[in-house]
Each structure stands twice: as structure tokens, then as C-alpha cells.
Nanobody
Framework: VQLVESGGGLAQPGGSLRLSCVAS????????MSWARQAPGKGLEWLFD????????DYADSVKGRFTISRDNANNTLYLQMNSLKPEDTALYYC?????????WGQGTQVTVSS
């Protein structure tokens, strides 16, 4: 199983970023997927779940209306579109999949929101 996140970087408050997660080593189209983040000094915060057909099955209130998750099963890629970014969105962002009763997370991509 391999999950490689990309697309992070520095963004200004109010700006947008699109994160990608390329999956390999398993049947991506048959797996639900998730995004989570970890801000400096804080625990992991789960953000979204998406099912195999691209339906959002759950999401965190902290990103409601600003972020959205999507997937491209043909290209084994999961996305996180982030709009109206705030400084408190600064974190390491991870994609994950269910694995052996838990969640396998990738290595993450850093997002920093600052003026």
C-alpha cells in the first residue's frame, strides 16, 4: 500500500489549494478513502470520508462549505479542494484508507496559510 500526497505549500488567507493523493498497491476503486490533518502541537483531525462511488459519507464541521473531497478512480487519485483558507488550516494533511481494522495514512503534505 502506498499513498503519496502532494499539492501543499504556502497560501494566503482566503486563498485556495488543491491537494492530490496518488494511490498504489491496492485496488483504489474498491476502497473508501479519507483525508485528515494534524496541526502543530495537536492531534490528528479527521476531515472527510468518501465512498468508492465518490459520495461524501461524512465530514468535519470545521471544513464544511470550504473544503471538498473527490476522487478519480481511473487515475487512482484522491483530491482535497481547499477554498477560503484560514491560518488555522495550517497543518500536515494526510490521505488514508481503511487497512487491517485501522487506517493507513500517507506521509502527508504541508499546508501553511499565512499572509
Amino acid at each position: 500500500v502506498q499513498l503519496v500526497e502532494s499539492g501543499g505549500g504556502l497560501a494566503q488567507p482566503g486563498g485556495s489549494l488543491r491537494l492530490s493523493c496518488v494511490a498504489s498497491g491496492f485496488t483504489f476503486s474498491a476502497s473508501a478513502m479519507s483525508w485528515a490533518r494534524q496541526a502543530p502541537g495537536k492531534g490528528l483531525e479527521w476531515l472527510f470520508d468518501i465512498d468508492t462511488d465518490g459520495r461524501i459519507t461524512d465530514y468535519a464541521d470545521s471544513v464544511k462549505g470550504r473544503f471538498t473531497i473527490s476522487r478519480d478512480n481511473a487515475n487512482n487519485t484522491l483530491y482535497l479542494q481547499m477554498n477560503s483558507l484560514k491560518p488555522e488550516d495550517t497543518a500536515l494533511y494526510y490521505c488514508g484508507r481503511p487497512y487491517r481494522g485501522g487506517v493507513y495514512w500517507g506521509q502527508g503534505t504541508q499546508v501553511t496559510v499565512s499572509s
